[in-house]
């Protein structure tokens, strides 16, 4: 019986370390990607400009309105005055016949820009990052594991939830003002 409770007593403190790196993985790909958005947004990357879509269609009919979530496609005509792209495309849903402010890429990929946008990636961006210091505060309660259990779980379920309800409704309020 000493050998079984030795070992998932050793199991437990793997826990923290499993869920710290966890949230490290993820809070980085979604901030990568998020800070990827943002730079198209702010138009540091690709080409600004507007696009005027001829058609849209609704990729994900069970998804609320909010965030990517159609197959939009029409002409891009660059703010520089340089050559439109008939071919351009954004995975918004977006009006059609409606010069929408985008920056796209070379392959014709292009993302919301403007205050809209650059709301949306932000909050997207902030929600990634509330993972970092949650890893950290999941990280300081499994070093104290030897405390009270019933206090920890209490203030780490808090704090978790407390962060990540804050920046859930940080992306609520950006997709609401990117529509």
Request: charged share 15%; glycine share 12%; net charge positive.
């Given at each position: 019986?000493?050998?079984?409770?030795?070992?998932?007593?050793?199991?437990?403190?793997?826990?923290?370390?499993a869920a710290?790196?966890?949230?490290?993985?993820?809070?980085?790909?979604?901030?990568?990607?998020?800070g990827q958005?943002l730079?198209y947004?702010t138009?540091?990357?690709?080409?600004?400009g507007?696009?005027?879509?001829?058609?849209?269609?609704r990729?994900?009919?069970?998804?609320?309105?909010?965030?990517?979530?159609?197959?939009c496609?029409?002409?891009?005509v660059?703010?520089?005055?340089?050559?439109?792209n008939?071919?351009?495309?954004t995975?918004?849903?977006i009006?059609?016949?409606r010069?929408?402010?985008?920056?796209?890429?070379?392959?014709?990929?292009?993302?919301l820009a403007?205050?809209?946008?650059?709301?949306y990636?932000?909050?997207l961006?902030?929600l990634?990052?509330?993972?970092f210091?949650?890893?950290?505060?999941?990280?300081v309660?499994?070093l104290?594991r030897h405390r009270?259990r019933s206090?920890?779980?209490?203030?780490a379920?808090?704090?978790?939830?407390?962060a990540?309800?804050a920046?859930a409704?940080?992306?609520?309020a950006?997709?609401?003002a990117?529509?």
């Amino acid at each position: 019986m000493t050998g079984t409770a030795g070992r998932l007593r050793a199991a437990a403190a793997l826990l923290p370390l499993a869920a710290v790196l966890a949230l490290l993985a993820v809070g980085g790909r979604g901030a990568a990607h998020a800070g990827q958005g943002l730079a198209y947004a702010t138009g540091l990357t690709g080409t600004r400009g507007v696009l005027v879509a001829e058609r849209c269609l609704r990729v994900n009919a069970d998804r609320p309105a909010l965030g990517p979530t159609g197959d939009c496609r029409g002409t891009f005509v660059p703010d520089d005055g340089g050559p439109a792209n008939e071919h351009a495309r954004t995975d918004w849903r977006i009006d059609t016949h409606r010069p929408v402010p985008v920056s796209c890429a070379a392959d014709g990929a292009c993302r919301l820009a403007g205050t809209g946008g650059v709301l949306y990636w932000l909050s997207l961006l902030l929600l990634a990052l509330a993972a970092f210091p949650v890893a950290g505060f999941v990280a300081v309660q499994g070093l104290l594991r030897h405390r009270d259990r019933s206090q920890r779980r209490r203030v780490a379920l808090g704090v978790a939830t407390a962060a990540l309800l804050a920046c859930a409704l940080a992306t609520f309020a950006g997709a609401l003002a990117a529509r």
